[in-house]
């Protein structure tokens, strides 16, 4: 189907009461705008930060575009079932769960990760195989899209289950009119 992006299956999860993380008091919010990310110059070549500035600054003035959210809470772990794990071939102790809301209207901006942030929370070791995965919550809209290279993710049911190349210029939108949530879990890969 696609060169850069793998779909790697379906589960089924207590998809609303993840969604509904977001509103619990534990829950921490990174709301920000996509090119004031300090992470996209972090642990980059001389050739990925080039890259990064000229992205930054084409979205640069269309910067409410670039304003999404991204959900961290420690309670979104135990929501995924122990058979995930094993089927994912991921460790649950050293994943970062975090939900992404992308508004109508927005999009995350060509990049690539280092997973900067989730190294930094977790405390792992630059050493290690680190793996993503990414998981529609929600059924497929209009509009709500990722894209990998040359390659895009669209009409996606919900609980798909996805990873891709993170060396790979990537980005997200949401063309459409409704709110667009991903799963995304980043840990160690067994």
Known sequence: MHKHIQ???R???????IISVIKHRSTKTDASFDTERPSYHRNRTKLQLQQSKKIIGAYRTKKQATYFYRYTNHKLLGLIPSTFWKKYKM???????QILRHPPGTVSIPHIDRY???IKEMGVGHGKKI???????TEPKLGHALFVGNDVAY???QGTVLTFNKDILHCGCNAGYEDRYVLTLTGIAQ
């Open 116 to 118: 900067d942030s989730m």
């Open 131 to 137: 793996k993503r995965l990414w998981i529609s919550l």
């Open 7 to 9: 779909i790697l299956g």
């Open 91 to 97: 460790t649950k102790d050293s994943c970062r769960a």
């Open 155 to 157: 009409n996606l049911k």
């Open 11 to 17: 589960v089924k999860l207590p998809f609303d009461e």
